[in-house]
Antibody, heavy 120, light 107 residues
Framework: QVQLQESGPGLVKPSQTLSLTCTLS??????????WSWIRQLPGKGLEWLGF???????FYNPSLRSRVVISADTSMSQFSLRLTSVTAADTAVYFC????????????WGQGTLVTVSS | SYVLTQPPSVSVAPGQTARISCGGN??????VHWYQQRPGQAPMLVIY???DRPSGITERFSGSKSGNTATLTIMRVEAGDEADYYC??????????FGGGTKLTVL
């Protein structure tokens, strides 16, 4: 089963861009039927899906964040990345990367999550 | 946007059966998935496509659906089952949607 690991800065200043990377092991981003997703969890709150990139490079984003989110992939490095622009304190959260099944859209592999705090 | 409604909390004594509901309009037409999240950990898939269990998930976990409600059932509850549980669907208008989560307390 694929394993996922998030990495990136734990502290980002307001108005700047949050950038995280998810590295795969035991699997390939090009695996057919796989969508590579980012999900976040605000402190003490539930889960919010941010978007995905498919094995073909197609992307789709949460409509509420579409203007600020970009997800990209580097297949040679078995990585995919999240960029969230113009962050505010409301973007402080634990960010998870996950593999999404492209048939009925469930998440069967998750990274451990990384806390990103937005603060000056 | 599509909304999934879960009770904030459910309490059950060890050895008893816990039932966690997830309500949503026309949920009968959607594939429902369930996740367990222990404190400080990532969510873990416990049920997918209403009632299928991933490899390694105990048979004590089961899922069902009736009308506008899906239900996660945990039989013979153990202390280790104490966690937050989330339901999730895909909706054509909202894409991936999670329920608000239910905290299961084992008394």
């Amino acid at each position: 089963q694929v394993q996922l690991q998030e990495s990136g800065p734990g502290l980002v200043k307001p108005s700047q861009t949050l950038s995280l990377t998810c590295t795969l092991s035991g699997g390939s981003i090009k695996s057919a039927g796989s969508y590579w997703s980012w999900i976040r969890q605000l402190p003490g709150k539930g889960l919010e899906w941010l978007g995905f990139i498919s094995h073909t490079g197609y992307t789709f984003y949460n409509p509420s964040l579409r203007s600020r989110v970009v997800i990209s992939a580097d297949t040679s490095m078995s990585q995919f990345s999240l960029r969230l622009t113009s962050v505010t304190a409301a973007d402080t959260a634990v960010y998870f990367c996950a593999r999404e099944n492209g048939r009925t859209y469930y998440f069967d592999s998750w990274g451990q999550g990384t806390l990103v705090t937005v603060s000056s | 946007s599509y909304v999934l409604t879960q009770p904030p909390s459910v309490s059950v004594a060890p050895g008893q059966t816990a039932r966690i509901s997830c309500g949503g309009n026309n949920i009968g037409a959607k594939s429902v998935h369930w996740y367990q999240q222990r404190p400080g950990q990532a969510p873990m898939l416990v049920i997918y496509d209403e009632s299928d269990r991933p490899s390694g998930i105990t048979e004590r976990f089961s899922g069902s659906k009736s009308g506008n409600t899906a239900t996660l059932t945990i039989m013979r509850v153990e202390a280790g089952d104490e966690a937050d549980y989330y339901c999730q669907v895909w909706d054509v208008t909202s894409d991936v949607v999670f329920g608000g989560g239910t905290k299961l307390t084992v008394l």
